[in-house]
Antibody, heavy 117, light 110 residues
Framework: QVQLVQSGAEVKKPGASVKVSCKAS????????INWVRQATGQGLEWMGW????????GYAQKFQGRVTMTRNTSISTAYMELSSLRSEDTAVYYC??????????WGQGTMVTVSS | EIVLTQSPGTLSLSPGERATLSCRAS???????LAWYQQKPGQAPRLLIY???SRATGIPDRFSGSGSGTDFTLTISRLEPEDFAVYYC???????????FGPGTKVDIK
């Protein structure tokens, strides 16, 4: 079945970087953009950016420009989101999701990233 | 940047009742790019409606979306126990390019 499986929970210190993976299966990886969305505990959804797995082209929300990098490895159908210069406010669940018709139809299970000294 | 406002913040209803959720945009949104999601605690969001009014695959027909321009509505015709959750609207805008979500409406049991 079509699914996105994300890497496990991470604990990082302030100032460090984190790289979350998102492995696609059940469809052609290069057919749909991958978006990243995060959600702090008890808060709403925040869009971070998108990546076209075919071309590698990316677009980032202004808030994250300069701190986020989205990449992919097409040979293993995996997308990555790296966030640098982590601070406590980056503690959240990070989701990847495919984009079809301008809506996110398939979501990963989420990856908890905790930033704590 | 387009800002989405959802109302009410919380909707307290009983099973079997009708739920009407509002999503208002700070400027006109293309109906092609207005979506609604349901999220339950500990779960990823689930796409309900895309293109303002098209139900996603497997979504029951008690869920319907409508609206255009700056005002959009998600209606749940008769609430089932599994419908009590948080609902988010989302839009895609071209200037600047990107997606934004509304703050959410929580539908809880009265």
């Amino acid at each position: 079945q079509v699914q996105l499986v994300q890497s496990g929970a991470e604990v990082k210190k302030p100032g460090a970087s984190v790289k979350v993976s998102c492995k696609a299966s059940g469809y052609t990886f290069t057919s749909y953009d991958i978006n990243w969305v995060r959600q702090a505990t008890g808060q709403g959804l925040e869009w971070m950016g998108w990546m076209n797995p075919n071309s590698g082209n990316t677009g980032y929300a202004q808030k994250f420009q300069g701190r986020v990098t989205m990449t992919r490895n097409t040979s293993i159908s995996t997308a990555y989101m790296e966030l640098s210069s982590l601070r406590s406010e980056d503690t959240a669940v990070y989701y990847c999701a495919t984009d079809d018709y301008g809506a996110f139809d398939i979501w990963g299970q989420g990856t908890m990233v905790t930033v704590s000294s | 940047e387009i800002v989405l406002t959802q109302s009410p913040g919380t909707l307290s209803l009983s099973p079997g009742e009708r739920a009407t959720l509002s999503c208002r945009a700070s400027q006109s949104v293309s109906s092609s790019y207005l979506a609604w999601y349901q999220q339950k605690p500990g779960q990823a969001p689930r796409l309900l409606i895309y293109g303002a009014s098209s139900r996603a695959t497997g979504i029951p027909d008690r869920f319907s979306g409508s609206g255009s321009g700056t005002d959009f509505t998600l209606t749940i015709s008769r609430l089932e126990p599994e419908d009590f959750a948080v609902y988010y609207c989302q839009q895609y805008g071209s200037s600047p390019g990107g997606f934004t979500f509304g703050p959410g409406t929580k539908v809880d049991i009265k």
